[in-house]
């Protein structure tokens, strides 16, 4: 069970992704995770990496795609695995199916999980964080107690730059520009699977889960 997750920011893939983890005993894997465990073990790809993040450039997409297929030939991934945030773009697809096909492998599901803008705005918009111990609220769906007050610690709750409606509009935007070309990739694959991500999160999983059995 091989599953890349593709969704906006804010769609819930991530959590979508640990559940899927949880329930078919498969790892939840990253780039940021892989990249900080090859950096932290010293490895020459870990090195190699290192070398550009500190020059304050991007990590090669060849780079990229070997530290993921080192991650995914490894002994927990031998019931499959779940990908998030990569690939991100047509090269790093191409260049992991490549990878994959030398070993008679191949992608077996993406898994898109559509919100539209309006909605990932909302969300997005709506989250309030507490500045000194960091519990998060939403000003809507899990609204403190008092308005602007943290329920935990009694201070004040901010909204993250992250979170401000022109911030995710960029964000928006930028992904739609890369995303939209792979999720076109994969259907041409025949591998994409659309999943409301309007709905609740229970709904949301059941509909994933009914996919992969």
Same mark, same amino acid.
Do not use: W
């Given at each position: 069970?091989?599953?890349?997750?593709?969704?906006?920011?804010?769609?819930?893939?991530?959590?979508?992704?640990?559940?899927?983890?949880?329930?078919?005993?498969?790892?939840?894997?990253?780039?940021?995770?892989?990249?900080?465990?090859?950096?932290?073990?010293?490895?020459?790809?870990?090195?190699?990496?290192?070398?550009?993040?500190?020059?304050?450039?991007? &990590? +090669? !997409?060849?780079?990229? *795609?070997?530290?993921?297929?080192? @991650?995914?030939?490894?002994?927990? #991934?031998?019931?499959? $695995?779940?990908?998030?945030?990569?690939?991100?773009?047509?090269?790093?697809?191409?260049?992991?199916?490549?990878?994959?096909?030398?070993?008679?492998?191949?992608?077996?599901?993406?898994?898109?999980?559509? &919100? +539209? !803008?309006?909605?990932? *705005?909302?969300?997005?918009?709506? @989250?309030?964080?507490?500045?000194? #111990?960091?519990?998060? $609220?939403?000003?809507?769906?899990?609204?403190?107690?008092?308005?602007?007050?943290?329920?935990?610690?009694?201070?004040?709750?901010?909204?993250?730059?992250?979170?401000?409606?022109?911030?995710?509009?960029?964000?928006?935007?930028?992904?739609?520009?890369?995303?939209?070309?792979?999720?076109?990739?994969?259907?041409?694959?025949?591998?994409?699977?659309?999943?409301?991500?309007?709905?609740?999160?229970?709904?949301?999983?059941?509909?994933?889960?009914?996919?992969?059995?």
């Amino acid at each position: 069970m091989k599953i890349i997750m593709l969704g906006a920011p804010g769609a819930g893939k991530g959590t979508q992704a640990d559940m899927i983890c949880n329930k078919y005993n498969v790892p939840h894997i990253s780039t940021g995770d892989i990249f900080r465990a090859n950096i932290k073990n010293g490895t020459e790809l870990g090195q190699k990496a290192k070398g550009y993040m500190d020059a304050g450039e991007l &990590v +090669p !997409d060849s780079l990229v *795609v070997d530290l993921v297929i080192n @991650r995914i030939h490894q002994d927990d #991934c031998a019931n499959g $695995y779940v990908l998030d945030g990569f690939p991100r773009t047509i090269p790093q697809a191409e260049a992991l199916d490549a990878a994959l096909a030398e070993s008679g492998e191949a992608v077996d599901y993406a898994i898109n999980v559509d &919100v +539209p !803008d309006e909605n990932i *705005v909302t969300r997005m918009s709506g @989250r309030r964080a507490c500045v000194k #111990c960091g519990a998060t $609220y939403h000003v809507k769906y899990n609204a403190p107690k008092t308005e602007g007050i943290c329920d935990n610690c009694g201070s004040e709750l901010i909204q993250r730059d992250d979170d401000k409606p022109e911030t995710v509009l960029n964000r928006l935007s930028v992904y739609h520009e890369q995303t939209q070309p792979l999720i076109d990739y994969y259907d041409g694959k025949g591998i994409v699977k659309n999943i409301d991500g309007t709905q609740d999160l229970e709904t949301v999983f059941a509909d994933i889960t009914a996919i992969l059995g």
